[in-house]
């Protein structure tokens, strides 16, 4: 008897219109119903088909935003737009010279080849060189930047499926506007049963494009990148907005590339990587270097590596 005075009593309720059931109609985003499907294997294929086969890239006219610091550290400072140009060869080298807008002259030549890397800050004749990861005791955030966080950004590594070293995995997420395809890869120890998480690779499903890569070491997110406006240029896929975000330098810098005159996959001049000392700058070295600097004083600032 008392179960049915229960029962009755939820009947009533629902009559009365106290239902706990509240049904509110919503708008399904657009790019949902647009999503396609696609197994890991074909998305794998697409980044390394489509993306990684980006050996070399020259851009003559792009645009620079840098903002340096952050919430954690008390202080944020933006900088101005700013002209430049680059031209990047992978696995390992890079060369960037960011204009003044008004003067053309260089605010900022950085270049990569290796492991080292080369700054010059011509504003407060400055020269940094060293190995990427030096460390500098400065509150400029500027010398923060290394040229190799911008390649990693430009241009996009292949995933690695040959081996045993590494592996991958896919999963599924989405957000207020579109659904992803999200491949995991992870680095596997020989000598320990822990596996290590070493980057994520987000696939827009409505496009099919890459639109963002994180990278991480041990767990921590070391570099954020985000990708718009992807153009397909002599068959490959280059995005013509990225921005670069590094976790631990407090830095975060945008790039816009004017999709006129960018060139994939052509020859680069010898020397185009480097940045020679200026007569009178001050040096500063991060960590020793094996090898003579000596050969580098005096030069000019190269050209962009011109494409033969």
């Not at 491949?183 to 963002?212: F, N, Y």
């Not at 954020?224 to 995005?239: A, H, N, Q, W």
């Not at 790039?255 to 052509?266: C, H, P, S, W």
């Amino acid at each position: 008897m008392k179960r049915l005075g229960i029962t009755i009593g939820i009947l009533i309720l629902v009559g009365c219109g106290g239902a706990v059931k509240k049904r509110t109609q919503v708008a399904t985003p657009p790019a949902y119903a647009l999503a396609q499907v696609a197994s890991l294997d074909e998305l794998v294929g697409m980044i390394n088909e489509r993306y990684a086969v980006a050996e070399s890239l020259s851009v003559p006219s792009l645009k620079v935003e840098f903002v340096g610091g952050s919430i954690e550290t008390g202080v944020i400072e933006e900088y101005r737009s700013a002209k430049a140009y680059l031209v990047a060869k992978w696995p390992d080298s890079i060369f960037v010279n960011i204009l003044n807008p008004l003067t053309s002259s260089t605010v900022i030549a950085m270049a990569a080849a290796g492991e080292t890397f080369q700054i010059w800050i011509p504003g407060e004749n400055k020269y940094l060189t060293g190995r990427a990861d030096a460390e500098f005791e400065q509150e400029n955030p500027i010398m923060n930047v290394r040229p190799q966080h911008l390649l990693e950004g430009i241009l996009v590594e292949r995933i690695p499926v040959d081996g045993s070293r590494y592996r991958y995995f896919l999963e599924e997420t989405e957000d207020a506007r579109f659904k992803y395809y999200v491949i995991g890869v992870i680095e596997v120890a020989e000598t320990s049963k822990a596996v290590r998480l070493v980057r994520k690779l987000w696939i827009e499903r409505s496009s099919m494009h890459l639109v963002r890569q994180q990278y991480y070491d041990s767990g921590e997110r070391v570099s954020s990148i985000t990708y718009d406006r992807t153009s397909e240029i002599d068959g490959v896929l280059i995005p013509l907005e990225i921005e670069i975000k590094r976790e631990r330098e407090n830095y975060r810098i945008a790039l816009k590339l004017a999709q006129e005159g960018i060139k994939v996959n052509q020859s680069v001049r010898e020397g185009a990587f480097e940045v020679p000392v200026p007569p009178g700058a001050e040096l500063i070295k991060g960590e020793e270097e094996s090898g003579d600097t000596e050969n580098l004083l005096g030069g000019k600032l190269n050209p962009i590596g011109e494409i033969r």
